[in-house]
């Protein structure tokens, strides 16, 4: 509730909020010191505004209407915010959530383009989406036509699934036309949204929704996009919170990869399959020791494994060869946790991926 006043009062933004969450241990510590803010830089309107008390009936309404959706809020002084996310200068100070809130602590990868899309880049995205939620990455993409839907559809055919950034609140369905997709997704991966739940769309909402994409993410595909394409936006937003950005080449004539191209030449990675993504974020996953190795690097006697992780090796050892589903199955461990696990032991060389399950190194 306290997160929720503190989103509701005049002069309040995200780079105030993160301000607040570096100077004290809770929401509730920040609001019963409204005198030390102006030593931070919140100006004085926001004060001002504070000590007449607005915000805190918006706060009630909104507090009202999250329990009506079966909305789950996540703050910036939670344990379980992503961490990427809180790292960037001007992050959400709450997230509103539907589905499945573990697929925040799993890798993430944003694949975006644009919403008139080619057939070519439409099964593109799909395949890229699938390709990685099966390697263990969760696909993040904004819920709009054209390629973040193919992008989504493609995440949920794998474990790691697809997280949904919303431009509108969580009560909110937009477009319709992907209404079928977005009930999918709150079945099978993860609706978000910093908006208040009956937030309609609007333009200015949906750069804002670009920058938690590339936030929340360790590398942005650009999957196919014009020189105006929104997808631009969110590699501009990639590029200054320090994100890798892909982007997938194309004739220098057509017309609709024209945004590709121009990234391209401006440093972006040139995109052949999903293997360069995975080069690419090994370093930055949590728990690898350096860049992906191939089999065979690994020296016998490397780092003995414990826990979950060495549970998991143990059973595919044991076996030869598994599935996913026979390693959720017999473990009974989460499926995010299982992926997860599954991506840093093949990168770090114990096991290797192939069509049919995973096969000691």
């Known amino acids: 509730m306290a997160c929720l006043v503190l989103r509701h009062i005049p002069g309040l933004g995200p780079r105030s909020w993160k301000r607040l969450y570096e100077n004290f241990d809770s ?46 809020p996540l703050t910036l002084w939670d344990e379980d915010y992503p961490p990427l996310l809180r790292e960037i200068p001007d992050p959400p100070i ?8 573990s697929l925040l602590s799993v890798p993430h990868v944003a694949l975006v ?40 559809r493609g995440g949920l055919c794998g474990v790691a699934s697809t997280i949904a950034v919303l431009g509108t609140g969580i009560g909110v369905s937009y477009p319709r036309i992907n209404l079928p997709l977005r009930r999918d997704i709150e079945r099978k991966g993860l609706l978000l949204s910093e908006f208040a739940p009956w937030t309609p769309p609007s333009p200015e909402n949906f750069p804002l929704r670009n920058r938690i994409i590339s936030g929340l993410s360790l590398a942005v595909v650009v999957v196919e996009a014009t020189k105006k394409s929104g997808g631009l936006i969110t590699a501009r937003k990639a590029l200054e919170q320090n994100r890798a950005v892909f982007a997938v080449p194309a004739r220098p004539d057509q017309k609709n990869f024209e945004g590709n191209n121009a990234l391209i030449r401006e440093g972006a990675i040139l ?27 690994r020296k016998e006697g490397d780092g003995e494994l414990e826990g979950e992780d060495g549970e998991l090796l143990g059973l595919i050892r044991s076996r030869g060869r598994c599935s ?14 299982v992926m997860s696990s599954l ?14 399950g995973y096969e000691p190194c």
């Open 324 to 337: 996913v589903e026979e390693i959720i199955e017999e473990l009974g461990h989460d499926p995010a946790r």
């Open 271 to 297: 995109l052949r399959d999903v293997n360069d993504i995975m080069e690419e974020i090994a370093p930055m996953v949590e728990l690898t020791n350096g860049p992906l190795s191939p089999c065979g690097d």
């Open 94 to 101: 709450v997230l509103y959530l539907q589905g499945d809130p």
């Open 113 to 152: 383009g644009a919403r008139n899309a080619s057939e070519w880049g439409r099964a593109f995205a799909y395949r890229l989406g699938k390709e990685l939620s099966a390697r263990g990455i969760c696909v993040v993409s904004g819920l709009a036509r054209g390629i973040d839907a193919s992008a989504h």
């Open 27 to 72: 929401p509730i510590q920040a609001l019963k010191a409204p005198q030390t803010w102006r030593e931070m830089g919140i100006s004085k309107r926001a004060i001002a505004a504070f000590l007449k008390g607005e915000g805190e009936i918006e706060a009630q309404k909104e507090y009202q209407a999250l329990s009506s959706l079966k909305v789950i």
């Open 343 to 356: 991506v840093m032991l093949e990168i770090k060389g114990y096991v290797r991926k192939t069509p049919l």
